[in-house]
Structures are given as structure tokens and as C-alpha cells.
């Protein structure tokens, strides 16, 4: 009987850090990576980090340090060594060269998950067009096993003719793969078209802060929820009803540091839900050490799709896992983010910022009651904007 249990791969970690950057912001970013490399089935072996100006042009780390990882690579087997950053054409293969070993880019490896994850056909098309896109520019180092062949009648020239065959192909699927996401586009255009006037209201965040467990309470539904990064991928609409208010609620692809621009554009056309939306319920993990980064990188991505005016509700999730450092009193160093309590930080946030926000843990269902209330008064008087004779609202 064949063995098809997926194999568990022993990586290795490579990220740069750059001057001006905080150590400890880089270990979280590493972290991130593990996390994304451990949703693609892989493990840690070894992380390595180099203090650089900025990443070098050629092998995007020194030569050294990439001396350093081929000897742990051959002394440990490894199966893959992944660097924390897009790599150009030219740095894979020149590190591929040197390390012998296979390499992968952040992007790559969130361009795997998306492949994983991708359940429906139009999904699948999407992720496709973004491997495609990301595929055609690195053709070259697919074929640096013909410059071994020295020399001689028929060994000069196939190789590029491939290249140019495999690239003509590429380029032609890409193009199909154009036209059939802007039927489904039309498709899915003419569904939101259909649902009349109703408010909406979409889910929006960094991958894995709680979304699809919050849309599934909200909704009473079955939405795939789980502890990895990008569980949803699809576009997923509820109708849900607070006593006697309906409203849309989506939830869709969540937000990551370094989002690949080639997947940016692939699903620009499932985040219209989020584009066409009334309210934006940005949800926020506050107990990971680095929420407030992910909450700016969300509102860069919502600014790169045309969606950063929209009214915005910030729900903190995951109240039940957070946890302060007791700050010193004697000490020198201001307080920071990481010494306030959770009612501190409620005051501080509150005081700072005019955007309507909420505190709860959707899955211990904290404060879900006041949350439900608020959606309620909100939709309520975007509602009677539309129905001016509904009277039965109030």
C-alpha cells in the first residue's frame, strides 16, 4: 500500500536585518515565516539572520553567511533553506548555485498556501494566474542545468529556445486565464448586483486574527475556521439578522506583511466585497506582540484596492490570550504598548482615536452581546437611510 502522507520538510530560516530595524521586530517576522513555512507542511531546522545596510544585489546575503548555511545545510540534510523576502531572478539562482539546496522566496511559499488552500474553480484560477506571473520573469534559473553541457554540435541554442517556447506558453495561459476570471468577475458582479440594498458589512484583517470564527457566531454558520495562516480564501456572504435588521456579512482573504503584488492583482476582483461594502469590521488579534503593525499593514492593503474610506468598526479579538509586562516605575525606558493593561489600553485607544472599536473574544464569546448591539444601532442607521419608511426600526 502506497504511503501518501504529505512529508514533513526540514527548513531552514534566512531574513536580513536592515539598519534601523528593531531585532526583536525581526524575530517576529522570522516567527511569521516559520508560521507560514509550518502551514506549507515544513519544520524548523535553523534560522539565520545577517545585519546588512540592504540586502546585496547578487545573493542578498554576503558570501560568509551563505558559506555558514551551505555547511548546516549539508551537515543537517536540509530540504529547503526560505529567505523572509522576494527574491530577484538573479539572487535565486546565484544562491541556489552556491547552496545546492532548494530554494524559496516569501513569496513562493505564500503563493504554495494559496495553491493548497484553493478549494473552488475560480479561486484555483487566481492562484494560478499569480504563480504564473510570479513564474515567468525566473524561467532562466529553470534551465541553468543545459550550462553544463560544454560546447559542441546541437548543445548551443535549445536551451534558450525552450526558455522562449516555455515563455510563449506562459504567456498565453496568463492571457486565457485573464479572460475566464473577467466572466466569473461579470458573474459575481451580476450576483452583489442582485442582492438589492441591503447594508453590508465585511470582514476584514491579518490572516488568522479570528474572521471566519467571528462570521460564523455572527451568522450561525459553518465557515472554515482553523489555526493556520489563509484557512479562507474564498469569498463567503451570509445574510444575518439582529432583531429585526438585516445585513450582508463577508468574510474573505486575509492580509499578510509582504503580500505578493502578483496576488494582490489576482484577487482584486474578490476583494470588491470589501470595495462595495458599507461598513469595514477590521478585525485585530490583540494578543499577538506585533498587532499594531498588522493593523497597518491591513489599512495599507485596504488603501492599495480603494477601500481605505470607507466607515470602519475595529473589533479586537482574542481578548481571552492577552497578556501584559508589568511595567517598572524606576525604569528609564518609556511604557510601551506591551506594559498597559487591557482596560489601560481600552482607555488609551479610545482617547486617541475617533473610529468606533470593541474589545471581545469571539471564541470564548466575550462580549459579543455589546458587539451585536453596536452592529445593530450601525446598520440600523444606514437602514433607514435607504427604507426612510420602514417604521417598524424603531
Known amino acids: 500500500m502506497i504511503d501518501r502522507t504529505p512529508q514533513v520538510e526540514k527548513a531552514v530560516f534566512v531574513g536580513v536585518i536592515k539598519q534601523g530595524d528593531d531585532p526583536k521586530t525581526i524575530n517576529e517576522y522570522m516567527d511569521e515565516l516559520e508560521f507560514l513555512a509550518e502551514t506549507a507542511g515544513a519544520v524548523c531546522q535553523k534560522r539565520f539572520t545577517q545585519k546588512m545596510v540592504r540586502p546585496d544585489s547578487r545573493s542578498y546575503i554576503h558570501s560568509g553567511k551563505l558559506e555558514e548555511i551551505k555547511l548546516y545545510c549539508e551537515e543537517n540534510e536540509t530540504d529547503v533553506v526560505i529567505f523572509d523576502d ?26 504554495d498556501i494559496f495553491a493548497q488552500r484553493a478549494k473552488t474553480a475560480y479561486a484555483k484560477m487566481q492562484v494560478e494566474l499569480a504563480q504564473y506571473q510570479y513564474l515567468l520573469p525566473r524561467l532562466t534559473r529553470m534551465w541553468t542545468h543545459l550550462e553544463r553541457q560544454k560546447g559542441g554540435i546541437g548543445m548551443r541554442g535549445p536551451g534558450e529556445t525552450q526558455i522562449e517556447t516555455d515563455r510563449r506558453i506562459i504567456q498565453q495561459k496568463i492571457s486565457k486565464l485573464k479572460e475566464d476570471l473577467k466572466k466569473v468577475d461579470r458573474q459575481m458582479a451580476s450576483q ?33 475556521a482553523e489555526n493556520k495562516l489563509f484557512a479562507t480564501l474564498d469569498t463567503t456572504v451570509r445574510k444575518v439578522v439582529i432583531e429585526n435588521v438585516p445585513f450582508l456579512l463577508s468574510d474573505t482573504v486575509g492580509f499578510i506583511r509582504k503580500l505578493p503584488t502578483q496576488l494582490v492583482e489576482a484577487f482584486k476582483s474578490t476583494l470588491d466585497e470589501v470595495r462595495e461594502a458599507d461598513i469595514l469590521m477590521h478585525v485585530v488579534d490583540i494578543s499577538h506582540p506585533n498587532f ?61 482615536e475617533n473610529t468606533p472599536c470593541i474589545f471581545i473574544s469571539a471564541k470564548q464569546k466575550l462580549g459579543i452581546d455589546k458587539l451585536r448591539s ?21
Open 192 to 224: 452583489r448586483g442582485n442582492r438589492g440594498s441591503l447594508v453590508r458589512i465585511s470582514l476584514v484583517g491579518y490572516t488568522n486574527v479570528g474572521k471566519s470564527t467571528l462570521m460564523n457566531l455572527l451568522a450561525k454558520s459553518d465557515v472554515f
Open 292 to 352: 499594531e503593525d498588522q493593523l497597518r499593514v491591513v489599512n495599507q492593503t485596504l488603501q492599495d484596492i480603494g477601500a481605505i474610506n470607507k466607515p470602519v468598526f475595529i473589533v479586537f479579538n482574542k481578548i481571552d490570550n492577552y497578556s501584559y509586562e508589568p511595567y517598572d516605575e524606576f525604569s528609564l525606558t518609556p511604557k510601551e504598548t506591551k506594559n498597559y493593561t487591557l482596560d489601560e489600553f481600552k482607555n488609551s485607544w479610545i482617547a486617541k
Open 86 to 111: 522576494e527574491l530577484t531572478p538573479t539572487q535565486l539562482r546565484n544562491i541556489e548555485r552556491e547552496l545546492n539546496v532548494r530554494i524559496l522566496d516569501r513569496t513562493n511559499l505564500i503563493l
Open 374 to 394: 453596536d452592529l445593530y444601532k450601525m446598520v440600523a442607521e444606514i437602514h433607514a437611510g435607504r427604507y426612510p419608511f420602514d417604521n417598524f426600526l424603531y
